[in-house]
Every structure is written in C-alpha cells, then in structure tokens.
C-alpha cells in the first residue's frame, strides 16, 4: 500500500505486477510446469522494461519464485520446475522490486481443479490508500 498518491515508477510495477498475477491463475491447470508459468512472466516483465540483475550486490526486478505449494510446509512442493496436479494449492506471488523504488507484491492463493483453478483470495487490492 501506499499513503496518497503512488509515484509514476511504482505504478507501473503495480500495474504489470497484477497482470502477471491474473495471466498466472487464468493459465494454471493440471499438466502446466510451474517453471514455464515463472518463464512467461519473467518475459512479459523483461518485456516491459522490467529486467532482473544484480546492483551493488543485491538483485533488483523479478528476484523470487512464481510461487509454491501451501499445505503443512513452508514452499513445499509444487514450485520450480514441477507439473500442477488437481488437487494443488499453491500461492501464485510475481513481484518486483529495485532500489530507490520499492517493491510490489501481489498474492493470490489457487486451488487446482481438473480443469483450471479456483481463486481461494477475496482480500481487496488497492495500492494508494
């Protein structure tokens, strides 16, 4: 969240953020690698100016997983690169962060269904408040 307006940098984030995390649950179902879901967005975010590397050591952009199973472990499987199952439920996370921006984060938690998958999350997401 961000008090007042969101600088112009930061809403750009958002913005391909969220769509990233859309285009992720509309696109999951059984059969789907994970990887290849982390591999699109990846590339829509390179695409739209948003790279991954490294600055004074730290890396900047796209710096995490996709997501990963939630059950009794912390990122248990699937993540990387395994194939969805029905079944599944996994959170769904892109971000980006870089230095002297910010970071923008956006997560959803799915349900793998045998022909898709449910969206488990019904939390509002505004980024200026």
Known sequence: FVKGKAPKALLGMYKIVKRMKQYSWLNMKPGVNFYDMFSDCMEAFE?????????????????????????????ESPHGNEVLKAGNVVAVEPGLYYRGIGGVRLEDIVHITSNGCENLTNFPEELEL
């Open 47 to 75: 695409g739209n100016g948003y790279k991954t590397y490294v600055l004074d050591g730290v890396r900047q952009g796209f710096i995490h997983g996709l997501g990963h199973g939630v059950g009794l472990d912390i990122h």
